[in-house]
């Protein structure tokens, strides 16, 4: 690991303006991706600009039946608030089936919107990868593929994007809420927050730079049967290999979000109006204009058994 400096920020817009001052500054909190990266010299940074004092761990009811999530709230604590269990309980299953408890009880709300992929090239310091070195060239493409995107992929960049709590996030409709250095704050869909790789794969998201989340926030309950089913290698702290994010109302509509396909929570609006049809239709329209390769190929039946799982469990 690099020698780094390091300062607590008392308050949002001063974390924001303290990253202004030095480019290569990082946020902190939980630090279970960041501190990782930096230990294999994936992330260097000079500055660590930490944010746990600022008083961002609360969730609280909105005007309008929705709830304010803060960035500082620890992956345990939400999905254990009870609010968030009866009206979202897609996030809660998303939530319990990322990572382990230990981790689940230290990393952050806005940590694990932030997540990098855990591409074993990205991994790999020894091989090319754009998203490391931007023009290095793709050393997955052509390379072991089966943990690989199939939709949303470019030619420089083919990997997933690791969150299951964003793909839950991304069916909720959810929005997320940042401070840019000056004190000037907006709201970014979550379906705008995240970026497919094209010719710019090593940035994962549409954040300015020195710019903070503060909380994420979600609408009103929507209802219907809400499940998230993640499929992957081993029981527990394993990575997706197919996740589905749905909610099932009583006429069949619905909608659906899928993890470890893409660069990015993947959700086509469009398909959804194929629910009552069946999880076949919904599936081929979803994945559309999919490429996969030998490895991964699987994964296309696997979205559609999966979310076939969830509407038959929805049908009782």
Not at 114 to 135: A, M
Request: charged fraction near 20%; include cysteine.
């Amino acid at each position: 690991m690099k020698a780094f400096t390091y300062e607590r920020a008392k308050s949002p817009a001063e974390a924001a303006d303290a990253a202004a001052k030095n480019p290569n500054a990082r946020f902190v909190a939980g630090g279970t991706n960041l501190l990782d990266l930096m230990k294999l010299q994936i992330e260097t940074p000079s500055h660590l600009i930490d944010v746990n004092d600022l008083a961002l761990d609360r969730i609280e009811a909105l005007p309008n039946g929705g709830l304010r999530i803060g960035a500082l709230v620890r992956n345990s604590d939400l999905a254990a608030d009870g609010r968030i269990r009866r009206d979202y309980a897609v996030l809660t299953r998303a939530l319990v089936a990322g990572a382990s408890g230990q981790l689940r009880n230290q990393a952050t709300t806005a940590g694990n919107l932030l997540q990098r992929t855990r591409c074993p090239y990205f991994y790999d310091t020894n091989q090319p990868c754009n998203k490391r070195k931007p023009g290095s060239g793709c050393s997955a493409i052509g390379g072991f593929t089966r943990l690989h995107a199939i939709v949303g992929q470019s030619d420089a960049c083919i990997a997933t994007h690791p969150s299951d709590m964003a793909v839950a996030m991304r069916v909720l409709d959810a929005q997320v809420e940042t401070v840019s250095p000056g004190g000037a704050t907006r709201v970014i869909p979550i379906a705008d927050f995240h970026r497919l790789p094209g010719n710019t794969p090593h940035l994962d998201h549409n954040l300015k730079p020195g710019e903070l989340i503060t909380a994420v926030t979600l609408p009103a309950p929507v209802g219907g049967f809400q499940s998230y089913r993640k499929v992957r290698d081993r029981a527990s702290y394993a990575f997706a290999l197919v996740s589905v994010a749905a909610i099932v109302q009583r006429d069949g509509s619905g909608r659906v979000a899928l993890g470890g396909v893409a660069h990015k929570p993947w959700r086509v609006e469009s398909a959804e109006g194929a629910m009552p049809r069946g999880a076949q239709a919904v599936a081929t329209s979803l994945l559309a204009g999919a490429r996969t390769t030998e490895e991964n190929a699987f994964k296309v039946p696997l979205v559609e058994r999966t979310l076939a799982a969830i509407i038959a469990e929805a049908k009782g």
